[in-house]
């Protein structure tokens, strides 16, 4: 069974701080890493990694995937109260007869609460 | 562009009673998927559609919930009857690929509480 596990579960820390969320994955057929951000509402597209060993920016957020270890790890700088959400990752599989429609399987997410 | 569409956004119904669910995606997009989140836990895949096909319904419980997209556009999701644990936010996606990585695209869900 493909599995998807997010650590830590919560995260508490204060504006300013940089965090670093992390994301095991087990899948069969891997085809992408996927990050969401979600607050009270839809999740929304942060990341999407397919290579190993190249990192993808995007202001204060990065992310990195290591196909070897099965992991990815995404990184916040400097951290603001607006960056208080829960961060999803997802595996993207291939389907069994070898082509991608898509299918996403999700850790539990990371709760990340900013302080002022 | 619109996002995905989904209604209603909160529904409160009574154990054994059904309800239904409907989404609509984002123009063009071929694929289509239902996400059930339950409090506290990541989304977990029920059904993916391609087109108006079934792609993938594995996590269905199929004795009490139903989907549907009949003219490969929107989709209905039906629960008959609820249980207390369907209680969740049911998350609509869809996805203009119909085969390589891309992002889904979610709506804002349709929260269920079961009493």
């Known amino acids: 069974e493909d599995k998807v596990v997010q650590s830590p579960l919560s995260l508490v820390v204060h504006e300013g701080d940089t965090v670093t969320l992390n994301c095991s994955y087990e899948?069969?057929?891997?085809?992408?890493l996927l990050w969401y951000k979600q607050e009270k509402k839809a999740p929304t597209f942060l990341f999407m990694l397919t290579s190993s060993g190249i990192e993808k920016k995007s202001g204060r957020l990065s992310s990195i995937l290591d196909k070897k270890e099965l992991f990815s790890i995404l990184n916040i700088t400097a951290t603001q109260t607006g960056d208080s959400a829960v961060y999803l990752c997802a595996a993207q599989v291939l389907n069994a007869g070898g082509t991608s429609y898509g299918k996403l399987t999700f850790g539990q997410g990371t709760i990340l609460t900013v302080h002022p | 562009e619109a996002g995905v569409a989904q209604s209603p956004r909160y529904k409160i119904i009574e154990k054994r009673q059904s309800v239904a669910f409907w989404c609509n995606p984002i123009?063009?997009?071929?694929?289509l998927y239902w996400y059930q989140q339950i409090l506290g836990q990541g989304p977990k895949l029920l059904i993916q559609f391609q087109n108006n096909g079934v792609v993938d319904d594995s996590q269905l419980p199929k004795d009490r919930f139903s989907a549907e997209r009949l003219k490969g556009v929107d989709s209905t999701l039906k629960i008959q009857p609820a249980k207390l644990e369907d209680s969740a936010v049911y998350l609509c996606?869809?996805?203009?690929?119909?085969?390589?990585?891309?992002?889904?695209?979610f709506g804002e869900g349709s929260r269920l509480t079961v009493l």
């Open positions: 123009s063009g997009h071929a694929t």
């Open positions: 996606a869809s996805s203009p690929r119909t085969g390589g990585a891309g992002e889904l695209f």
């Open positions: 899948v069969t057929n891997f085809r992408s």
